[in-house]
């Protein structure tokens, strides 16, 4: 079978999340649409602020409700989770979908081990003993790269480094083997030997278990390693996705050049400096209807007041005005063939 005949593991329609300010409710996502099949791993990516964590926080039910509204459509294997009570949702969480969180000091509470909290999450969920849970938790250690994880297991997270932290919170994720594992920035504060284990780790999962992965990162190299498909998000809207390759090799919107732009060349001489997208993402109230990203864009002209229309080839998808063959020759401006060939 192949991935794209694998059934859809989540479906997301039209996810909108606003949040009360003192003006008012405020959209921080917009009409965001993405799904996942088993086995697939699907990377988001762009700059801090573009909405990446509050769609996956939100989809999951880990917002407050008081303050924050949700509208839209997320399906869980065929089954609407957005309506679904608090109890239900944990039913769910930890066991069938696993959270990574970008800030391990958060994630785990200060006042037990690290040991008692990954145990309490496996029984929690399956019926097993105390004394079992705590060996697949030291195991849990070991595989995520903890050096001595008979002794970190009776340490509390004040006793940990940030990296050993963000191992501590990996292995919680991947306790009961979820068949979605949202994660969220999962390399974050670890060296390059430790990422590579722990990227090793999540293939492993997919291998064996059969897992997809949802995978928010900054690191386009990573996405170019492990992704299937690409989403590319921007004021609170996926401005592009496709399948990674393509994506690569020919993006379409002029934000997903200027991430591309700003990495280091593999090939030919050394830059002297890199480029960067000039200006700042925008903050939620600031986003009109039209293209958020104009105001940063060389290529902007009156028609992105409007909002973009759905530009397609082949599998990719990008909210853009432009159209071959000025979009080919713009891109040219901006990323050399050697880039993006």
């Given at each position: 079978m192949t991935a794209a005949e694998k059934p859809i593991l989540l479906d997301v329609n039209g996810l909108t999340v606003s949040f009360a300010t003192d003006r008012g409710m405020v959209k921080a996502v917009r009409d965001v649409s993405f799904s996942v099949r088993e086995g697939e791993i699907l990377s988001i990516v762009g700059e801090s602020g573009s909405g990446k964590s509050v769609t996956l926080l939100s989809l999951l039910g880990l917002h407050d409700r008081k303050t924050t509204r949700v509208?839209?459509?997320?399906?869980?294997?065929?089954?609407?989770?957005?309506?679904?009570?608090?109890?239900?949702?944990?039913?769910?969480?930890?066991?069938?979908?696993?959270?990574?969180?970008?800030?391990?000091?958060?994630?785990l509470n200060p006042v037990y081990t690290i040991g008692w909290q990954i145990a309490e999450q496996i029984r929690a969920h399956e019926a097993i003993s105390a004394r079992a849970a705590k060996k697949r938790a030291v195991e849990l250690l070991g595989e995520v790269g903890l050096s001595n994880p008979q002794e970190a297991v009776d340490r509390y997270p004040h006793q940990l480094s940030g990296g050993?932290?963000?191992?501590?919170?990996?292995?919680m994720a991947l306790s009961c083997n979820p068949a979605l594992l949202v994660a969220d920035e999962p390399t974050t504060a670890l060296d390059v030997t430790v990422q590579a284990q722990v990227l090793d780790l999540l293939l492993r999962l997919r291998k064996d278990f059969g897992s997809a992965i949802i995978l928010i990162t900054h690191d386009m190299g990573v996405v170019s390693e492990v992704a299937d498909r690409v989403a590319v998000m921007y004021a609170g809207r996926i401005v592009e996705r496709g399948e990674t390759e393509a994506m690569f090799k020919s993006p379409l919107h002029p934000y997903s050049w200027g991430l591309m732009g700003s990495i280091p060349p593999l090939t030919g001489?050394?830059?002297?400096?890199?480029?960067?997208?000039?200006?700042?993402?925008?903050t939620p109230d600031r986003i009109g209807e039209g293209c958020g990203f104009a105001p940063r864009c060389a290529f902007a002209r009156p028609a992105c007041l409007e909002r973009p229309p759905l530009r397609m080839i082949g599998t990719q998808a990008a909210l853009c005005i432009l159209e071959e063959p000025e979009r080919s020759a713009l891109r040219r401006t901006v990323l050399s063939p050697e880039e993006f060939a």
């Open positions: 509208d839209g459509m997320v399906a869980f294997r065929g089954r609407g989770i957005l309506d679904l009570n608090p109890s239900e949702l944990r039913r769910i969480r930890g066991r069938e979908i696993g959270l990574i969180s970008q800030d391990p000091m958060t994630a050993m932290r963000q191992r501590a919170v990996i292995a001489p050394r830059l002297a400096r890199l480029k960067s997208i000039p200006g700042m993402p925008p």
